[in-house]
C-alpha cells in the first residue's frame, strides 16, 4: 500500500491517494484499507473472488463430409479431464454454459454461433458448405447474491475441423459396339483431387453390381442399362 497526503499545489483541500497492489494465488481475497489522520481513522475491508479455475474442456472430433452434407454431432472428449465439459472451482454456487465459435478461414477470425450454449453442438444438416473449424469456450456466472454477481469466461477450447469435399462430376467411358456375351471394359472418369474413392457400378438385370473402380461386365441381352 501507498499513501501519500497532499496540502499544497492545485489541490484546494487535504487529499490522500491510496494505490493497492496485491499478488492473488487463491481465489478468495481480502484487503483492509485503513486512513488516519488527525488522530481519526477509517477502515474498510475489500473482498475480491478471482476465478482461475475455469477450464475449457475438450471436444472431438475431426470429420469429413461432402457439401453440404450432414456433420456429426460435436461433443465433450469424454476421455479428456472432467469429461472435457470444462468446470471452475469457485466457492460458491454457479451456473456453467457455453460458447462455440467457428472459422472458415482456416482460424484467422472466429464468429459466434447465436443460440449454442449447450457442452455439445450438432450443426444443422446442410450447413456446411466449406471446410470449417470449431471450437468452445465455458462459461462461469453466478448470482447467488449482488456482492458476489460476476460472469468468467475460459480460454477457447481445442479446434475440431469438418473438412469439406468439393463437389464433383462422374462419368464413365466403356467399349462400344460389342457382341452379346463379350466382356466390355468400363472405366470410370474421376476428378485427379480429392478421394479416396468408393464406387458402386450397377448394370441391371437385378443385383449385377461391382463397387471396383473400373469393371468388365458381360450382357446376355441387348437391354442393360448401366448407372
Do not use: E
Not at 491510496?18 to 474498510?44: F, P
Amino acid at each position: 500500500m501507498r499513501m501519500v497526503y497532499q496540502t499544497s499545489g492545485s489541490v484546494s483541500n487535504t487529499t490522500i491517494y491510496i494505490r493497492l497492489t496485491a499478488a492473488v494465488s487463491t481465489i478468495n481475497t481480502n484487503l483492509n484499507v485503513t486512513v488516519s489522520t488527525a488522530g481519526d481513522s477509517v477502515n474498510k475491508s475489500l473482498d475480491g473472488y478471482i476465478n482461475d479455475g475455469i477450464t475449457a474442456g475438450a471436444i472431438k472430433s475431426n470429420q469429413t463430409i461432402c457439401n453440404g452434407g450432414d456433420a456429426n454431432q460435436i461433443r465433450s472428449d469424454q476421455s479428456a479431464p472432467n469429461n472435457g465439459d470444462g468446470n471452475d472451482t469457485l466457492p460458491f454456487t454457479t451456473t456453467i454454459s457455453y460458447i462455440w465459435q467457428q472459422s472458415t478461414d482456416a482460424g484467422t477470425t472466429w464468429s459466434v454461433i447465436s443460440g449454442a450454449t449447450s457442452s455439445s453442438y450438432n450443426p444443422p444438416a446442410g450447413s456446411i458448405t466449406v471446410t470449417t473449424k470449431f471450437r468452445r469456450i465455458t462459461v462461469s456466472s453466478n448470482a447467488d447474491n449482488s456482492s458476489t454477481n460476476f460472469s468468467c469466461q475460459s480460454s477457447p477450447s481445442n479446434v475440431v475441423t469438418v473438412t469439406v469435399n468439393g463437389s464433383f462430376t462422374v462419368d464413365f467411358t466403356f467399349a462400344n459396339n460389342q457382341c452379346t456375351g463379350s466382356a466390355i471394359q468400363f472405366n470410370s472418369n474421376v476428378p485427379n483431387t480429392g478421394g479416396p474413392y468408393t464406387y458402386l457400378w450397377n448394370f441391371g438385370g437385378g443385383g449385377n453390381t461391382s463397387t471396383n473402380a473400373n469393371p468388365t461386365h458381360t450382357f446376355n441381352n441387348t437391354n442393360g442399362n448401366v448407372s
